[in-house]
């Protein structure tokens, strides 16, 4: 079974846009950290936002927030006013207590001017 | 602060014939960790060190890969003999703790003919 479904494959956002790449994950473990990293052309990941399964409030850094819906399983990734440099493949990834970091196949954001 | 360096950051070979990566961490990361990842897919765990250790290598095909990190540091990763399908990309990361956020290398591209 999919631990982390990302269900787009690709987005579209107009440059200045707010724009929502989604998430949601399966485990029965209490204890999980849920991840988002950015992965340019270039080919590295690069780190984006943490969210932890007892942490009361979404995280948030700078123009990025993750919309964690405990109940629903879903982790979603929020990307405010767009810039050109925010297209990338976006991966969501998510870590069961001290586990291996599994991530999901991606989505493609492209950011239009 | 230097960040993850991988070599090399292309490869091309032929296949039955082996290939080796490097990878240097992040000065004082005890955990190391290698990666797959093929085209359109996200990442996955191929093996993990805390410090000297291999404390996950359950995803390693041990037929044909081997990994080694001598005195808790650098890390190779080696293919012998590479097969058509090993074509991917090998990223390589580290973390300050088990727990924490991964940082990444901007990985090797490997093309087996």
């Known amino acids: 079974a999919q631990k982390i479904t990302q269900t787009q494959p690709g987005m579209f956002v107009q440059e200045k846009e707010a724009v929502t790449l989604d998430c949601t994950y399966d485990?029965?473990?209490?204890?999980?950290?849920l991840f988002w990293y950015k992965q340019p052309s270039s080919g590295e990941m690069i780190f984006l936002i943490y969210q932890g399964s007892y942490d009361q409030q979404n995280a948030t850094e700078g123009r990025y927030s993750l919309n964690f819906q405990k109940a629903r399983k879903s982790a979603n990734l929020v990307i405010s006013a767009s810039q050109l440099g925010d297209s990338a493949m976006y991966f969501c990834?998510?870590?069961?207590?001290?586990?291996?970091?599994?991530f999901g196949t991606g989505t493609l954001l492209a950011v239009q001017p | 602060e230097a960040g993850v360096v991988q070599s090399p950051r292309y490869k091309i070979i032929e296949k039955k014939q082996p290939v080796a990566f490097w990878c240097n961490p992040i000065?004082?990361?005890?955990?190391l960790y290698w990666y797959l990842q093929n085209l359109g897919q996200g990442p996955e765990l191929l093996i993990r060190y805390e410090n000297e250790e291999a404390v996950d290598d359950s995803q390693l095909p041990k037929d044909r890969f081997s990994a080694e990190r001598l005195k808790g540091v650098d890390s190779t990763l080696k293919i012998q003999p590479a097969e058509l399908g090993d074509s991917a990309v090998y990223l390589c990361?580290?973390?300050?703790?088990?727990?924490?956020?991964?940082?990444f290398g901007e990985g090797s591209r490997l093309t087996v003919l």
């Open positions: 485990t029965s473990d209490p204890s999980y950290g």
């Open positions: 990834a998510m870590r069961e207590g001290w586990a291996k970091l599994i």
């Open positions: 990361a580290s973390s300050l703790a088990r727990a924490g956020e991964l940082f």
């Open positions: 000065s004082g990361h005890n955990t």
